[in-house]
Protein backbone atom coordinates (compact mmCIF):
# COMPACT_ATOMS: atom_id res chain seq x y z
CA UNK A 1 0.00 0.00 0.00
CA UNK A 2 1.21 3.40 -1.14
CA UNK A 3 1.70 6.11 1.84
CA UNK A 4 0.45 9.05 1.16
CA UNK A 5 2.54 12.05 0.24
CA UNK A 6 3.79 14.23 3.09
CA UNK A 7 3.07 17.67 2.74
CA UNK A 8 6.12 19.83 3.61
CA UNK A 9 5.41 23.81 4.47
CA UNK A 10 8.07 26.31 5.04
CA UNK A 11 7.16 29.66 6.97
CA UNK A 12 9.28 32.16 7.31
CA UNK A 13 9.40 35.86 8.14
CA UNK A 14 10.79 38.22 5.94
CA UNK A 15 11.12 42.88 6.78
CA UNK A 16 10.29 43.54 2.93
CA UNK A 17 7.43 43.20 0.64
CA UNK A 18 9.70 43.13 -2.40
CA UNK A 19 11.43 40.03 -0.85
CA UNK A 20 7.80 38.64 -2.54
CA UNK A 21 7.18 38.53 -6.37
CA UNK A 22 4.13 41.31 -6.91
CA UNK A 23 2.80 38.36 -9.14
CA UNK A 24 3.00 36.24 -6.51
CA UNK A 25 1.81 38.00 -3.65
CA UNK A 26 -0.99 39.81 -6.30
CA UNK A 27 -2.53 36.03 -7.27
CA UNK A 28 -3.76 36.01 -3.23
CA UNK A 29 -4.29 39.29 -2.93
CA UNK A 30 -6.06 40.59 -5.96
CA UNK A 31 -9.01 38.23 -5.08
CA UNK A 32 -9.98 40.13 -1.64
CA UNK A 33 -12.99 43.30 -1.67
CA UNK A 34 -10.40 45.63 0.06
CA UNK A 35 -7.84 47.01 -2.33
CA UNK A 36 -4.99 47.77 0.97
CA UNK A 37 -3.51 44.49 1.15
CA UNK A 38 -2.07 44.64 -2.27
CA UNK A 39 1.70 44.39 -3.28
CA UNK A 40 1.61 47.89 -4.70
CA UNK A 41 0.28 50.08 -1.70
CA UNK A 42 2.07 47.80 1.02
CA UNK A 43 5.11 48.12 -1.09
CA UNK A 44 4.63 51.94 -1.49
CA UNK A 45 4.62 52.30 2.41
CA UNK A 46 8.24 50.39 2.60
CA UNK A 47 9.56 52.19 -0.15
CA UNK A 48 8.59 55.51 0.07
CA UNK A 49 10.02 55.73 4.06
CA UNK A 50 6.43 55.67 5.66
CA UNK A 51 6.76 52.18 7.27
CA UNK A 52 9.82 51.73 8.56
CA UNK A 53 11.57 50.99 11.80
CA UNK A 54 12.63 54.67 11.88
CA UNK A 55 8.62 55.34 11.78
CA UNK A 56 7.71 53.22 13.88
CA UNK A 57 6.02 50.20 11.42
CA UNK A 58 8.89 47.87 11.49
CA UNK A 59 7.51 45.05 8.35
CA UNK A 60 7.77 41.70 9.78
CA UNK A 61 5.92 39.74 7.30
CA UNK A 62 5.05 36.12 7.62
CA UNK A 63 4.68 33.95 4.60
CA UNK A 64 4.42 30.47 3.84
CA UNK A 65 5.64 28.38 0.88
CA UNK A 66 5.36 24.78 -0.33
CA UNK A 67 8.17 24.24 -2.21
CA UNK A 68 8.63 27.19 -4.67
CA UNK A 69 4.67 27.82 -4.41
CA UNK A 70 3.87 31.08 -2.10
CA UNK A 71 0.44 29.60 -0.72
CA UNK A 72 -0.13 31.84 2.31
CA UNK A 73 0.88 35.33 3.99
CA UNK A 74 -0.01 37.91 6.44
CA UNK A 75 1.42 41.93 6.64
CA UNK A 76 2.50 42.31 9.60
CA UNK A 77 4.29 44.86 11.74
CA UNK A 78 6.51 45.46 14.87
CA UNK A 79 5.22 48.62 17.06
CA UNK A 80 6.84 50.50 19.40
CA UNK A 81 3.49 53.03 20.11
CA UNK A 82 0.42 52.60 18.64
CA UNK A 83 0.19 55.77 16.47
CA UNK A 84 -1.67 55.44 13.02
CA UNK A 85 -4.00 52.44 14.00
CA UNK A 86 -7.56 54.42 14.50
CA UNK A 87 -7.79 51.07 17.01
CA UNK A 88 -7.27 53.46 20.80
CA UNK A 89 -5.58 50.50 22.65
CA UNK A 90 -3.71 53.47 25.55
CA UNK A 91 -6.50 52.06 28.31
CA UNK A 92 -4.73 48.27 27.52
CA UNK A 93 -0.96 50.24 27.24
CA UNK A 94 -1.82 52.04 30.88
CA UNK A 95 -2.94 48.65 32.35
CA UNK A 96 0.44 46.89 31.63
CA UNK A 97 2.45 49.44 32.68
CA UNK A 98 0.35 48.89 36.00
CA UNK A 99 0.74 45.60 36.27
CA UNK A 100 4.11 45.85 35.60
CA UNK A 101 4.24 44.69 31.80
CA UNK A 102 5.77 46.07 28.98
CA UNK A 103 2.90 46.76 26.56
CA UNK A 104 5.33 47.64 23.42
CA UNK A 105 6.33 46.44 21.24
CA UNK A 106 3.91 44.51 19.93
CA UNK A 107 2.58 42.33 16.88
CA UNK A 108 0.29 43.99 14.67
CA UNK A 109 -1.73 42.78 11.43
CA UNK A 110 -3.35 45.48 9.65
CA UNK A 111 -3.13 48.02 6.12
CA UNK A 112 -1.07 50.79 7.74
CA UNK A 113 -3.08 54.24 8.90
CA UNK A 114 -5.60 53.12 7.05
CA UNK A 115 -8.66 51.93 9.49
CA UNK A 116 -10.96 50.24 6.58
CA UNK A 117 -12.41 46.99 7.15
CA UNK A 118 -10.82 43.46 5.57
CA UNK A 119 -7.62 42.78 7.28
CA UNK A 120 -7.22 38.79 6.78
CA UNK A 121 -4.03 36.31 6.33
CA UNK A 122 -3.94 35.30 2.44
CA UNK A 123 -3.81 32.31 1.10
CA UNK A 124 -4.36 30.44 -2.05
CA UNK A 125 -7.17 29.24 -3.41
CA UNK A 126 -7.63 25.36 -3.40
CA UNK A 127 -5.46 25.33 -0.17
CA UNK A 128 -6.13 23.85 3.20
CA UNK A 129 -7.29 27.03 4.34
CA UNK A 130 -8.04 25.58 8.27
CA UNK A 131 -4.62 23.85 8.56
CA UNK A 132 -2.46 27.02 7.24
CA UNK A 133 -4.19 29.33 9.46
CA UNK A 134 -3.51 27.25 12.39
CA UNK A 135 0.48 26.63 11.06
CA UNK A 136 0.53 30.77 11.10
CA UNK A 137 -1.16 31.20 14.41
CA UNK A 138 1.68 28.65 15.64
CA UNK A 139 4.47 30.70 14.09
CA UNK A 140 2.89 33.89 15.51
CA UNK A 141 2.72 32.42 19.44
CA UNK A 142 6.04 31.35 18.86
CA UNK A 143 7.59 34.27 17.59
CA UNK A 144 6.25 36.44 20.08
CA UNK A 145 7.00 34.08 23.31
CA UNK A 146 10.79 33.80 21.58
CA UNK A 147 10.81 37.51 21.24
CA UNK A 148 9.12 38.64 24.40
CA UNK A 149 6.38 40.84 22.63
CA UNK A 150 3.33 41.33 24.95
CA UNK A 151 0.44 40.57 21.99
CA UNK A 152 -0.59 40.26 18.52
CA UNK A 153 -3.61 42.30 17.41
CA UNK A 154 -5.59 42.20 14.24
CA UNK A 155 -7.29 45.60 12.85
CA UNK A 156 -10.06 46.00 11.31
CA UNK A 157 -11.01 42.04 10.36
CA UNK A 158 -12.78 40.92 7.91
CA UNK A 159 -16.01 38.98 9.26
CA UNK A 160 -15.80 35.85 8.09
CA UNK A 161 -11.97 35.54 8.95
CA UNK A 162 -13.10 36.81 12.09
CA UNK A 163 -15.08 33.92 12.79
CA UNK A 164 -11.64 31.68 12.20
CA UNK A 165 -9.64 33.59 14.61
CA UNK A 166 -11.61 33.75 17.45
CA UNK A 167 -12.43 29.72 17.36
CA UNK A 168 -8.01 29.82 17.38
CA UNK A 169 -8.63 31.78 20.86
CA UNK A 170 -8.36 35.48 19.92
CA UNK A 171 -10.80 38.02 21.44
CA UNK A 172 -12.52 40.33 19.25
CA UNK A 173 -12.91 43.48 20.73
CA UNK A 174 -16.38 45.67 19.25
CA UNK A 175 -15.38 49.44 17.24
CA UNK A 176 -17.53 51.60 14.72
CA UNK A 177 -16.97 52.83 12.06
CA UNK A 178 -19.43 55.17 9.37
CA UNK A 179 -20.44 53.35 6.30
CA UNK A 180 -22.53 54.38 3.33
CA UNK A 181 -24.67 51.94 1.53
CA UNK A 182 -26.37 52.49 -1.66
CA UNK A 183 -30.09 51.14 -1.59
CA UNK A 184 -30.76 50.64 -4.99
CA UNK A 185 -30.13 54.58 -5.38
CA UNK A 186 -29.90 55.69 -9.63
CA UNK A 187 -29.36 59.12 -8.50
CA UNK A 188 -27.86 61.61 -5.41
CA UNK A 189 -31.43 62.91 -5.33
CA UNK A 190 -32.90 59.45 -4.75
CA UNK A 191 -30.28 59.51 -2.01
CA UNK A 192 -31.14 62.98 -0.97
CA UNK A 193 -35.09 61.51 -0.79
CA UNK A 194 -34.26 59.13 2.17
CA UNK A 195 -33.92 62.09 4.78
CA UNK A 196 -36.06 64.09 6.59
CA UNK A 197 -37.09 67.59 5.45
CA UNK A 198 -34.71 69.37 7.39
CA UNK A 199 -31.71 67.42 6.68
CA UNK A 200 -32.48 67.18 2.91
CA UNK A 201 -32.57 71.25 2.76
CA UNK A 202 -29.26 71.15 4.73
CA UNK A 203 -27.28 68.96 2.35
CA UNK A 204 -28.95 71.12 -0.70
CA UNK A 205 -27.83 74.37 1.23
CA UNK A 206 -24.44 72.77 1.65
CA UNK A 207 -23.70 71.98 -2.01
CA UNK A 208 -25.38 75.34 -3.40
CA UNK A 209 -22.24 77.35 -0.83
CA UNK A 210 -19.48 75.46 -2.83
CA UNK A 211 -21.65 76.05 -6.32
CA UNK A 212 -22.05 79.78 -5.15
CA UNK A 213 -18.42 80.24 -5.10
CA UNK A 214 -17.94 79.27 -8.68
CA UNK A 215 -16.55 76.27 -7.72
CA UNK A 216 -17.34 72.39 -9.36
CA UNK A 217 -16.34 68.88 -8.96
CA UNK A 218 -14.46 66.86 -11.24
CA UNK A 219 -13.50 62.94 -10.36
CA UNK A 220 -9.98 62.49 -11.71
CA UNK A 221 -9.57 58.92 -12.45
CA UNK A 222 -7.40 56.34 -14.03
CA UNK A 223 -4.97 57.50 -17.04
CA UNK A 224 -6.35 61.55 -16.21
CA UNK A 225 -4.29 61.10 -13.22
CA UNK A 226 -1.10 63.62 -13.59
CA UNK A 227 2.02 63.07 -11.45
CA UNK A 228 0.93 66.76 -10.51
CA UNK A 229 -2.24 65.83 -9.32
CA UNK A 230 -1.05 63.31 -7.07
CA UNK A 231 2.14 65.88 -5.54
CA UNK A 232 -0.72 68.38 -5.01
CA UNK A 233 -3.12 65.70 -2.88
CA UNK A 234 0.43 65.04 -0.70
CA UNK A 235 0.63 68.96 -0.07
CA UNK A 236 -3.09 69.06 0.53
CA UNK A 237 -2.91 66.09 2.77
CA UNK A 238 -0.07 67.53 4.75
CA UNK A 239 -1.53 70.80 4.95
CA UNK A 240 -4.50 69.12 6.68
CA UNK A 241 -2.68 67.56 9.13
CA UNK A 242 -0.53 70.17 10.22
CA UNK A 243 -3.70 72.41 10.71
CA UNK A 244 -4.59 69.70 13.73
CA UNK A 245 -0.90 69.69 15.15
CA UNK A 246 0.87 66.92 17.03
CA UNK A 247 -3.13 65.16 16.55
CA UNK A 248 -2.33 65.78 12.79
CA UNK A 249 -1.45 61.98 11.97
CA UNK A 250 0.42 62.92 9.52
CA UNK A 251 2.11 59.73 8.25
CA UNK A 252 2.50 59.31 4.57
CA UNK A 253 5.44 61.18 2.05
CA UNK A 254 5.75 63.17 -0.66
CA UNK A 255 7.18 59.77 -2.22
CA UNK A 256 4.10 57.45 -1.62
CA UNK A 257 1.66 60.18 -3.25
CA UNK A 258 3.79 60.51 -5.83
CA UNK A 259 4.76 56.57 -6.44
CA UNK A 260 1.28 56.08 -6.89
CA UNK A 261 1.39 57.23 -10.39
CA UNK A 262 3.00 54.56 -11.40
CA UNK A 263 2.15 51.67 -8.78
CA UNK A 264 -2.10 51.94 -8.30
CA UNK A 265 -3.64 54.64 -10.13
CA UNK A 266 -5.90 52.20 -11.28
CA UNK A 267 -7.23 52.15 -7.87
CA UNK A 268 -7.21 56.11 -7.66
CA UNK A 269 -10.28 58.71 -7.65
CA UNK A 270 -9.60 61.56 -6.47
CA UNK A 271 -12.60 64.65 -6.45
CA UNK A 272 -10.78 68.06 -7.38
CA UNK A 273 -13.10 71.54 -6.76
CA UNK A 274 -11.85 73.60 -9.98
CA UNK A 275 -12.87 77.34 -10.45
CA UNK A 276 -14.15 77.73 -13.76
CA UNK A 277 -11.00 78.39 -16.43
CA UNK A 278 -8.44 76.85 -14.06
CA UNK A 279 -6.75 73.53 -14.42
CA UNK A 280 -5.40 73.46 -11.19
CA UNK A 281 -8.33 72.60 -8.30
CA UNK A 282 -8.55 74.44 -4.99
CA UNK A 283 -9.24 71.26 -2.80
CA UNK A 284 -9.50 67.55 -3.38
CA UNK A 285 -10.34 64.51 -1.65
CA UNK A 286 -8.31 61.42 -2.50
CA UNK A 287 -10.00 58.00 -2.24
CA UNK A 288 -9.37 54.46 -3.69
CA UNK A 289 -11.70 52.09 -5.54
CA UNK A 290 -12.00 48.67 -6.17
CA UNK A 291 -14.92 46.30 -7.69
CA UNK A 292 -18.46 48.10 -6.08
CA UNK A 293 -16.75 49.71 -2.86
CA UNK A 294 -15.24 53.08 -2.64
CA UNK A 295 -12.84 54.22 0.33
CA UNK A 296 -12.35 57.84 1.40
CA UNK A 297 -8.63 58.76 2.85
CA UNK A 298 -7.67 62.16 2.42
CA UNK A 299 -8.68 65.93 1.60
CA UNK A 300 -7.22 69.17 1.84
CA UNK A 301 -7.64 73.00 0.70
CA UNK A 302 -5.35 75.79 0.84
CA UNK A 303 -8.26 77.93 1.02
CA UNK A 304 -10.86 77.92 3.88
CA UNK A 305 -14.42 77.64 1.62
CA UNK A 306 -17.89 76.79 3.31
CA UNK A 307 -18.56 73.45 3.22
CA UNK A 308 -16.33 72.09 0.44
CA UNK A 309 -14.80 69.70 3.08
CA UNK A 310 -18.77 68.10 2.89
CA UNK A 311 -18.77 68.14 -0.33
CA UNK A 312 -15.81 66.85 -1.87
CA UNK A 313 -15.45 64.08 1.43
CA UNK A 314 -18.86 62.95 0.87
CA UNK A 315 -21.70 64.54 -1.46
CA UNK A 316 -19.15 64.20 -4.51
CA UNK A 317 -17.92 60.88 -4.01
CA UNK A 318 -21.81 59.77 -3.28
CA UNK A 319 -22.66 60.62 -6.42
CA UNK A 320 -19.64 59.05 -8.24
CA UNK A 321 -20.71 56.39 -6.25
CA UNK A 322 -23.92 56.02 -7.39
CA UNK A 323 -23.15 56.86 -10.88
CA UNK A 324 -20.76 54.14 -10.65
CA UNK A 325 -23.33 51.41 -9.52
CA UNK A 326 -20.72 51.49 -6.08
CA UNK A 327 -22.20 49.85 -2.98
CA UNK A 328 -20.20 50.72 -0.08
CA UNK A 329 -18.15 54.04 0.80
CA UNK A 330 -15.90 53.77 3.65
CA UNK A 331 -15.50 57.66 3.96
CA UNK A 332 -12.75 57.26 6.81
CA UNK A 333 -11.79 57.84 10.08
CA UNK A 334 -13.71 59.99 12.58
CA UNK A 335 -17.47 60.21 12.80
CA UNK A 336 -18.43 64.12 14.32
CA UNK A 337 -19.53 64.86 10.45
CA UNK A 338 -20.55 61.49 9.27
CA UNK A 339 -23.67 60.83 10.53
CA UNK A 340 -25.78 64.16 9.69
CA UNK A 341 -25.13 62.97 6.07
CA UNK A 342 -26.18 59.66 5.69
CA UNK A 343 -23.37 57.32 7.28
CA UNK A 344 -24.70 54.81 9.72
CA UNK A 345 -22.36 53.92 12.50
CA UNK A 346 -21.62 49.99 11.24
CA UNK A 347 -19.81 47.47 13.29
CA UNK A 348 -16.29 46.46 12.62
CA UNK A 349 -13.86 44.20 15.07
CA UNK A 350 -10.40 43.60 15.99
CA UNK A 351 -8.96 41.01 17.11
CA UNK A 352 -6.12 40.34 20.40
CA UNK A 353 -4.06 37.63 22.16
CA UNK A 354 -2.10 38.63 25.19
CA UNK A 355 0.54 36.31 26.30
CA UNK A 356 1.33 37.87 29.83
CA UNK A 357 -0.93 35.82 31.91
CA UNK A 358 -2.46 38.65 34.09
CA UNK A 359 -3.19 40.49 31.08
CA UNK A 360 -4.80 37.84 29.37
CA UNK A 361 -7.26 37.29 31.92
CA UNK A 362 -8.07 40.59 32.22
CA UNK A 363 -8.95 41.29 28.83
CA UNK A 364 -11.11 38.37 28.53
CA UNK A 365 -13.00 39.14 31.45
CA UNK A 366 -13.59 42.16 30.71
CA UNK A 367 -13.71 42.47 26.98
CA UNK A 368 -18.20 41.61 27.01
CA UNK A 369 -18.80 43.90 29.00
CA UNK A 370 -16.88 46.45 26.58
CA UNK A 371 -18.71 45.01 23.53
CA UNK A 372 -21.89 45.78 25.08
CA UNK A 373 -21.00 49.41 25.73
CA UNK A 374 -20.00 50.33 22.59
CA UNK A 375 -22.92 48.48 20.78
CA UNK A 376 -24.98 50.69 22.93
CA UNK A 377 -23.13 53.76 21.70
CA UNK A 378 -23.54 52.41 18.40
CA UNK A 379 -27.05 52.00 19.04
CA UNK A 380 -27.76 55.82 20.12
CA UNK A 381 -25.55 56.71 17.65
CA UNK A 382 -28.27 55.16 14.80
CA UNK A 383 -31.19 56.58 16.58
CA UNK A 384 -30.30 60.26 15.94
CA UNK A 385 -29.64 59.62 11.82
CA UNK A 386 -31.66 62.21 10.08
CA UNK A 387 -33.58 59.88 7.51
CA UNK A 388 -37.09 59.64 6.99
CA UNK A 389 -38.84 56.97 9.59
CA UNK A 390 -39.50 54.66 7.09
CA UNK A 391 -35.56 54.68 5.97
CA UNK A 392 -33.99 54.18 9.09
CA UNK A 393 -34.05 50.68 9.41
CA UNK A 394 -32.75 50.11 5.71
CA UNK A 395 -29.76 52.52 6.57
CA UNK A 396 -29.08 50.99 9.63
CA UNK A 397 -29.67 47.28 8.59
Not at 205 to 214: H, P, S, Y
Request: glycine share 6%.
Amino acid sequence: MQEPVKVEYRVAWINKIAEIPQTAWDELALKLKTPFLEWSWLNNMETSGSTTAQTGWLPNHLVVWRGQDLIAMAPLYVKGHSYGEFVFDHQWAELSERLGIDYYPKLLGMSPFTPAEGYRFLIAPGENEALLTEIMVSAIDQFCTRNQISGCNFLYVDAEWQKVMEELGFHAWKHHSYIWQNHNFDTFDDYLKSFNANQRRNIKRERKAVANTGLSFRAITGDDIQPSHLKLMHDFYADTCDKFGWWGSKYLTQEFFEQLHQAFRDRVVMFGAYAEGDDQPLGMSFCLTKGDRLYGRYWGSFQSIDCLHFDACYYSPIEWAIQNKIQLFDPGAGGRHKKRRGFPATVNYSLHRFYPPRLAQIFATYIHQINDMEQQEIDAINQELPFKKEAIALQVD
